[in-house]
Nanobody, 114 residues
Framework: QVQLSESGGDLVQAGGSLRLSCAAS????????VGWYRQAPGKQRELVAR??????ANYADSVKGRFSISRDNANTVSLQMNSLKVEDTGVYYC?????????WGQGTQVTVSS
């Protein structure tokens, strides 16, 4: 099993920044990618950014140039979010792609006010 814990969500004004962290525990050696997803009210969950164990990152078009995903250490992946927009509001989830399947965290709320 893999347990994921997100942190860093907050209320911030448009144009501001936040840094989200995803800490993994358990059988982390077989994680081959970690992604950040978000779900806005009334909308489907969508991929925001993802990074592989080899360090290859990809981003949703809507966040390119503003968000940056990184591996801080063996068990933590962060999402630096700059120039936040109201439309970035939502619950942000961390997902680990593991040889046993996908594991999700509980989510952290990000609210961007105008």
């Amino acid at each position: 099993q893999v347990q994921l814990s997100e942190s860093g969500g907050d209320l911030v004004q448009a144009g501001g920044s936040l840094r989200l962290s995803c800490a993994a525990s358990g059988s982390i050696r077989s994680i081959f990618a970690v992604g950040w997803y978000r779900q806005a009210p009334g909308k489907q969950r969508e991929l925001v950014a993802r990074i592989t164990s080899g360090g290859i990152a990809n981003y949703a078009d809507s966040v390119k140039g503003r968000f940056s995903i990184s591996r801080d250490n063996a068990n933590t992946v962060s999402l630096q979010m700059n120039s936040l927009k109201v439309e970035d509001t939502g619950v942000y989830y961390c997902r680990a792609d593991h040889s046993w399947g996908g594991f999700w965290g509980q989510g952290t709320q990000v609210t961007v006010s105008s």
